[in-house]
Structures are given as structure tokens and as C-alpha cells.
């Protein structure tokens, strides 16, 4: 139930931030457990760029996404959220 509250909290202030700002932590949580981006990509079957936008901040990926993405590597999801 905590973790549907945070994806609930993350989707409406979501469209407060603009795109710039830094408001997932991907890129770092796939540095720490030393995971690259073509391999999340391939898991996800996405296509690379898709994931370096979201390691960029230039896009965002949707709240299913970043449950399947916390599942893949292992973490909270909170731990991918600023």
C-alpha cells in the first residue's frame, strides 16, 4: 500500500516539474548495481534511446514502467524517485 501511495504522490506532482528537472534517479540506480541501459532496454523491449531519455530526464517513463524497471533491478521503487 505504501508503494501504490508514493506511485499515486509521484503521478499528480509529476506535471508540476518541468522535464529539465532531474525527477527520476535511473541513470544512478543503474550505475550503482552496475546495469546497462541497452540491457534494461532489451528486458523492458524498448528501444535504447527510450531508456536514455529517462537516464537524461528528458522523458519520463509511465508508473507501470517504473514498477517493471524496480522489479528488473531490484529495488524500491521509491529508490528510483527524487
Given amino acids: 500500500m505504501y508503494i501504490y501511495q508514493n506511485f499515486i504522490n509521484f503521478a499528480f506532482?509529476?506535471?508540476k516539474y518541468r522535464?529539465?528537472?532531474?525527477i527520476n534517479r535511473i541513470k544512478v540506480v543503474l550505475c550503482e548495481k552496475n546495469i546497462k541501459g541497452k540491457w534494461?532496454?532489451?528486458?523492458?523491449k524498448v528501444n535504447p534511446t527510450?531508456?536514455?531519455?529517462?537516464?537524461?530526464n528528458t522523458s519520463q517513463p509511465d508508473l507501470y514502467t517504473?514498477?517493471?524497471?524496480?522489479?528488473?533491478?531490484?529495488?524500491?521503487v521509491v529508490?528510483?524517485?527524487r
Avoid: G, R
Fill in 13 to 15: 506532482k509529476l506535471e
Fill in 19 to 22: 522535464m529539465d528537472e532531474n
Fill in 40 to 44: 534494461l532496454a532489451e528486458q523492458l
Fill in 50 to 56: 527510450t531508456v536514455s531519455k529517462w537516464c537524461t
Fill in 66 to 76: 517504473f514498477k517493471k524497471i524496480a522489479s528488473l533491478i531490484n529495488v524500491p
Fill in 79 to 81: 529508490e528510483l524517485l
